[in-house]
């Protein structure tokens, strides 16, 4: 992502820069400006819908979800089985639905 391989980012970037593209990825998930780009180009070919509702980086970007969060499992997979009868009873919800 960075244009470097590990070692070298190890062995020259500084631990404060290395933080910071870290805040940079969460903020702004990688692969962004590409499905910004397609969105534009669905848009100009005719697409009337939202480029949020078909890209999750552009959706994660307009409603500001940190990348970390959005990397979680979900889904009407994961609703079914967390609504499942006798199912687990650990109480556990993923951060979105225990608000």
């Keep these: 992502m960075l244009g470097m391989p590990v070692y070298q980012i190890m ?3 500084p631990q404060s820069e290395l933080m910071g593209w870290g805040n940079y990825f969460r903020r702004r998930p990688y692969g962004w400006r590409e499905d910004q780009r397609t969105a534009v180009l669905l848009q100009a070919h ?3 819908g939202k480029p949020e509702d078909v890209f999750s ?3 994660q970007l ?3 979800i940190p990348a970390e969060i959005k990397a979680l499992p979900k ?3 994961l609703e079914m089985m967390l609504e499942a009868k006798g199912g687990d009873d650990s109480n556990w919800k993923p951060p979105w639905m225990s608000k």
């Design 62 to 64: 307009k409603e500001g």
């Design 75 to 77: 889904g009407k997979f």
């Design 57 to 59: 980086s552009l959706k």
């Design 11 to 13: 062995a020259e970037m």
């Design 46 to 48: 005719g697409y009337k």
